[in-house]
């Protein structure tokens, strides 16, 4: 005789577990995910980024430039200048002396001569009406006469000869002088034109500082207008992550029960250990 009975089951229970799903309100969700959607179809459009532009030289610059490459400016003053002082500076001659000298000086000599002969022919007509011509004071008088002669004549052309050498003496200086300003000046003219350089480069910067801001803020007026749809993307965001956070939540749970196989193979052990037990002794 057998007979099956209850057992219990060996087999370790299975672990409780539970899994929660956590979303955003329904209308918040869909508000985000249309913003997931232009934030993806802005970002698939490709931007067209503005080239960096340079301001070429303005046109006070390129004269500057143009004036800078003229050398030798104020060259031909100071090779006059030069020229002058060389000239001026070698010692004066008989010729440079002959052209400062009186051109009436012959006629000054002439009239000593003529005079100094009236006398002596006024002297020989006082010796004849007195008898004493060809005396011995006669001739002493002519002599006097013939000295005094000379001396004046020497006398109006030294006179004349010192002069004519300060004239020339003159004019020398005058033209170291004159060599001496033609020479400045060509270092001034050579500074005139640097300071009108300068002034050229200076003004001209200014016109390409403008013309480089201009193109600046045309660039940087063209990256807003690009970059606005990702603004008001950005905008739309901080907006949604500042809103209200409503969520909904599901949650599964489940319990720890014995295994359907686990339970059966315990009833047929159970059963099997009660049958060896009513069994009569052999």
């Known amino acids: 005789m057998s007979f099956f009975g209850g057992g219990k089951s060996s087999a370790p229970a299975a672990p409780s577990a539970q899994t929660s799903f956590v979303r955003e309100a329904p209308g918040i969700e869909e508000r985000k995910i249309e913003l997931m959607d232009i ?8 931007i067209n980024l503005p080239d960096i532009q340079v301001a070429p030289l ?13 050398t030798g400016v104020g060259a031909g003053t100071l090779g006059q200048g030069i020229s002058q002082i060389q000239g001026a500076a070698g010692p004066i001659g008989a010729s440079d002396i002959a052209q400062y000298l009186n051109p009436y000086q012959q006629y000054v000599t002439g009239e000593i001569g003529r005079q100094a002969q009236m006398m002596q022919n006024q002297l020989g007509a006082q010796a004849v009406g007195s008898g004493a011509f060809g005396g011995g004071r006669q001739g002493v008088a002519q002599a006097e006469i ?3 002669a000379l001396e004046a004549m020497g006398r109006a052309q030294q006179q004349g000869f010192t002069t004519a050498l300060g004239a020339a003496q003159r004019q020398q200086q005058v033209g170291l ?12 003219q050579q500074q005139m034109a640097q300071q009108d350089i300068n002034q050229l480069f200076g003004a001209g910067g200014v016109q390409r500082q403008l013309a480089q801001a201009a193109l600046d803020a045309q660039r940087q007026s063209t990256l807003q207008q690009q970059y606005e749809p ?10 949604y992550a500042a809103g209200p956070k409503s969520q909904s939540g599901i949650t599964m749970g489940t319990a720890p029960t014995t295994s359907p196989l686990a339970q059966a193979v315990g009833t047929g052990i159970g059963a099997f250990t009660a049958y060896q037990g009513v069994q009569p002794n052999q």
Request: no cysteine; net charge neutral.
């Open 39 to 46: 934030a993806r179809q802005v970002a698939q459009e490709p």
């Open 230 to 239: 990702y603004q008001r993307a950005e905008f739309l965001a901080n907006l």
């Open 58 to 70: 303005s046109g006070l610059e390129q004269l500057g430039m143009t004036q800078a490459g003229t």
């Open 177 to 188: 002088a004159a060599g001496q300003q033609l020479g400045a000046l060509g270092g001034q």
């Open 146 to 148: 013939a000295n005094r």
